[in-house]
Each structure stands twice: as C-alpha cells, then as structure tokens.
C-alpha cells in the first residue's frame, strides 16, 4: 500500500490544520493506521493510533483533547484534525499502516508515507 500525506503547513499558535494520508493499492480497513512526528534533532514520536476496526484510537498525552483521529472509508483517507496548536507540535508529519491494533512504536506499521511539515508560530 502506499500513503500520501498532505494538509502540513504554516499556522500561528492557537489555529488548526487538518492533515490528511490517502492509501492506494489497498484499503485503510486492512490495517491499523498511525500518525507519527519528528521535530529536528528529536526521535519520531507517537501522536495518534486508530484499529483496524477503525472503532479504537489512542492519542499521545501530548495532543490528547487537540488532536482528533477519523477515517473515511469511501475516500480510503485517515484524517489528523489538529486544534489549538502549539510551537511544540511543529514536526514533520507522518502517516503509518500496518498491523492491526494501536501500535504506538514506529517498526509496528509497515507502511510509511512522505511526511508533510507542519509548522506552528509563537
């Protein structure tokens, strides 16, 4: 399968994006689906997880009650809602699949995309 990230951006603290990853080749409901992210010099971090059943998600305490995790199935898209930004969320963004329960270490999903840069102002 393969994952395009899309949606990253310039916002001032406080505003939103909404990140987006399409899959091709197969479907999101054969896989679980994670969002990761890497700020210069810092390891790739968890943000957010959802099931392959697509009814559980699990969100890093970081982003927790910001962040909001959603799949369409017709369009084969995950979605990243991202409220009340933060200077720290500032990352370079990246969608994930693989498996099938919410995996929170990156060498659990087997499919990787792009990445897109998201980056918040003070």
């Known amino acids: 399968v393969q994952l395009q990230a899309s949606g990253g951006g310039l916002v001032q603290a406080g505003g939103s994006l909404r990140l987006s990853c399409a899959a091709s080749?197969?479907?999101?409901?054969?896989?679980?689906v994670g969002w990761f992210r890497q700020a210069p010099g810092k390891e790739r971090e968890f943000v957010a997880a959802m099931a392959r059943s697509g009814l559980n998600t699990r969100y890093a305490d970081s982003v927790k009650g910001r962040f909001t995790f959603s799949r369409d199935n017709a369009k084969n898209t995950v979605y990243l809602q991202m409220n009340s930004l933060k200077p720290e969320d500032t990352a370079v963004y990246y969608c994930?699949?693989?498996?099938?329960?919410?995996?929170?270490?990156?060498?659990?999903?087997?499919?990787w995309g792009q990445g897109t840069q998201v980056t918040v102002s003070s």
């Open positions: 994930a699949a693989g498996g099938e329960y919410l995996y929170t270490i990156p060498p659990n999903y087997e499919y």
């Open positions: 080749g197969r479907t999101f409901s054969n896989y679980a």
